[in-house]
Nanobody, 123 residues
Framework: QVQLAESGGGLVQAGGSLRLSCAASGGTFVNYAMGWFRQAPGKEREFVAAISRDGGGANYADSVKGRFTISRDNAKNTVSLQMNNLKPEDAAVYYC????????????????WGQGTQVTVSS
């Protein structure tokens, strides 16, 4: 069973950048498709980005396309989310998640979750 731990959140001004990282342990990382989701206060958890097991395919929410980039390093058991041109509406707790084999944009398809990292964007 894989364990996930996010890092890299913080406070940034609108237009700035942050890079989130998620370290995986306890499982065979290359077996897992990985996703990033976020949840703002009073809102449902929403899909941000996902990447295939080999890193060859990625999906993005329309709201982040062109600004966010998901990547993974299977040698280091990590997945990252580079966030550029951040907007106040990007503020949320960001979670990484893992599921076996195929990518999904649905949070309910992911059985493994990290504890989340807070991203705050000031206007």
């Amino acid at each position: 069973q894989v364990q996930l731990a996010e890092s890299g959140g913080g406070l940034v001004q609108a237009g700035g950048s942050l890079r989130l990282s998620c370290a995986a342990s306890g499982g065979t990382f290359v077996n897992y498709a990985m996703g990033w989701f976020r949840q703002a206060p009073g809102k449902e958890r929403e899909f941000v980005a996902a990447i295939s097991r080999d890193g060859g395919g990625a999906n993005y929410a329309d709201s982040v396309k062109g600004r966010f980039t998901i990547s993974r390093d299977n040698a280091k058991n990590t997945v990252s989310l580079q966030m550029n041109n951040l907007k106040p509406e990007d503020a949320a707790v960001y979670y990484c998640a893992a599921r076996v084999v195929v990518v999904s944009t649905n949070h309910w398809d992911y059985p493994y979750w990290g504890q989340g990292t807070q991203v705050t964007v000031s206007s």
